[in-house]
């Protein structure tokens, strides 16, 4: 037992020396040795010399421990002066992506006065110098990244080689109680542009939050493209299926998951698949694209022709009609259960409104049918458009950014607050058109990175597993498993026929 405690206490004893020894090649000091063997370490203006049984020559105290090899003892580099900046303690983890430094920085330092480096982008060898002493780094060997130090009075130089090919940046920030300064360092995979049709490009790019957020937009110039929502209603199917003669395909807005019902408005050729639920939506005619909260009118029509203006889902009114399946009316009201345009039965509200069914809620003491009647639900856009889509929130307007997790009513605001997958589609003031689908993000920050892009309008769509993005029938966003939607956004070149947009060997 105690020879195993003493190989152990001479194996820490080793680590240590070897963490307070330094590379003389690494202070820009050679080494030679003579035949007496005594061991010179110079450069321009200096000689140590350690002569073995004597110690170390002046002007250094002989007494200073005696080197190991090429690797001068800490105490020696700092009697020498090879060092004049202020030492810090280091300590340093990575993944494939990124290589954090947080530096202890000495007693008393005041974290306003260190100088905080700025995001900038490098290529190669990256290159960092840092006003500090680093000695703490020999012997840290990162994986993925090979990491070097030169040491100097003014500080450490870092040197850093990731896998070829790589985006370089970094940044730093400081931390108080106590004072540390911490450096990430990233070295991102390429970005990338893939021109799929004549002025469509599909890109994939990094944006900085300030973090980097991996990007992936099939960006479309005016006069390149059309739109049109695709999908069905209670069907639930993957993407590429929806529509496979499309260039592009981005998932669409909201749905019940059980029943595959959309939640929204969903307007094709000028007819309105499905009523609004309450949100913002998008609407567009040829190239035109606007988003905001629909001005739709909805009336409901008895079999002896009487009309009656009503509410719709969450813009309630004295009468209001449910799409959705799920709560119905307010406590005190009457529902009536509707299949297709036939009252099947009035219920005290609220009424969970089953699939396949719609319902009006009512004054019990004012009903327009009754069970076994005829009612039917009739709505219309004003102004019309060709295509809608409702999804939401809003995310920019006039070039601003207006998302706001409260601005719009949702059931359970937990996406809006949640790191998770993005969609949108923006658009400039000239009229490209951008289909995004974002790495785990906060819809907020989307909305900052699109507002940085230059996007004059843009509007959420279904986040999570449901945010994909489709180019040429594939799928290009990472995804854990391709989920089923109800619906999405299908994407046309103008300049090609659908035929030829999945054949790779094409110009479209």
């Known amino acids: 037992m105690q020879r195993l405690l003493g190989l152990a206490l001479m194996v820490w ?31 321009p203006g200096l000689e140590l010399t350690y002569v073995p049984g004597v110690g170390w020559t002046p002007p250094l105290d002989p007494s200073l421990p005696a080197p190991v090899g090429g690797r001068l003892p800490l ?41 905080v480096v700025g995001l900038t982008p490098y290529g190669g060898r990256l290159q960092l110098n840092l ?42 920030f400081t931390l108080d109680n106590p004072a540390r300064l911490v450096l990430d360092v990233y070295y991102l995979e390429p970005e990338r542009a ?52 499309a260039l592009a ?15 929204g408005l969903w307007i094709k050729d000028g007819v309105a698949i499905n009523f609004p639920y ?11 694209l606007f988003a905001g909260l629909p001005r739709f009118s909805t009336v409901v029509r008895t079999a002896d022709g009487r009309s009656f203006r009503v509410g719709i889902n969450l813009t309630r009114g004295k009468y209001t009609a449910y799409t959705i399946p799920g709560p119905a009316g307010k406590p005190g009201e009457s529902v009536l259960a509707v299949k297709g345009d036939r009252v099947v039965a009035s219920y005290p509200a609220p009424y969970t409104l ?8 009512y004054p019990p003491a004012e009903p327009i049918a009754a069970p076994g009647d005829i009612l039917k639900l009739y709505g219309s856009l004003e102004p019309p458009t060709n295509y809608a889509l409702e999804a939401g929130p809003l995310l920019i307007q006039g070039g601003e950014n207006v998302f706001r997790p409260d601005a719009e009513p949702f059931r359970d605001k937990a996406p809006l607050l949640k790191v998770a997958p993005q969609s949108a589609v923006a658009w400039t003031q000239t009229g490209t058109v951008w289909l995004v689908v974002t790495a785990p993000t906060l819809p ?3 909305a900052q990175v699109l507002a940085e892009q230059g996007a004059w309008g843009a509007i959420r769509m279904d986040g999570g597993g449901s945010a994909q993005l489709w180019v040429r029938g594939r799928l290009r966003n990472p995804s854990d498993g391709v989920r089923p939607v109800v619906s999405g956004l299908a994407l046309y070149s103008t300049q090609c026929s659908p035929t030829k947009t999945l054949d790779p060997g094409k110009a479209c």
Not at 14 to 35: E, F, S
Not at 216 to 227: D, I, N, Q
Not at 249 to 263: H, S
């Open 75 to 115: 105490e020696v580099v700092r009697a020498a002066g090879l060092i004049a900046a202020p030492e810090a303690g280091v300590r340093l983890s990575s993944d494939p992506n990124r290589l954090r430094l947080v530096l202890d920085l000495p007693a008393g330092t005041d974290p306003a006065t260190v100088p």
């Open 13 to 43: 004893l080793g680590l240590v020396y070897a963490q307070v020894a330094l590379p003389a090649a690494k202070l820009g000091l050679t080494v030679t040795q003579d035949n007496s063997g005594a061991t010179t370490f110079s450069k």
């Open 194 to 245: 893939e021109p799929v049709a004549p002025g469509i490009t599909y890109r994939e790019f990094w944006a900085w939050t300030p973090d980097p957020l991996r990007m992936y937009v099939l960006e479309a110039a005016p006069g390149s493209w059309r739109m049109e929502p695709v999908g069905r209603p209670g069907v639930r199917q993957t993407l590429d299926k929806t529509a496979p003669n």
């Open 354 to 361: 089953p699939a396949g069914y719609w319902a009006l809620s």
């Open 278 to 288: 309450g949100r913002s939506a998008l609407f567009w005619d040829e190239e035109n």
């Open 444 to 446: 907020g920050v989307l």
């Open 249 to 263: 395909v981005l998932n669409g807005g909201y749905f019940d998951a059980p029943t595959g019902t959309p939640i």
């Open 131 to 172: 006003p500090y002493f680093l000695p703490g780094l020999e012997g840290q060997t990162p994986p993925n990244v090979t990491l070097s130090a030169q040491y100097g009075q003014g500080g450490t130089s870092l040197s850093l080689q990731a896998p070829p090919l790589r985006v370089y940046r970094y940044r730093s």
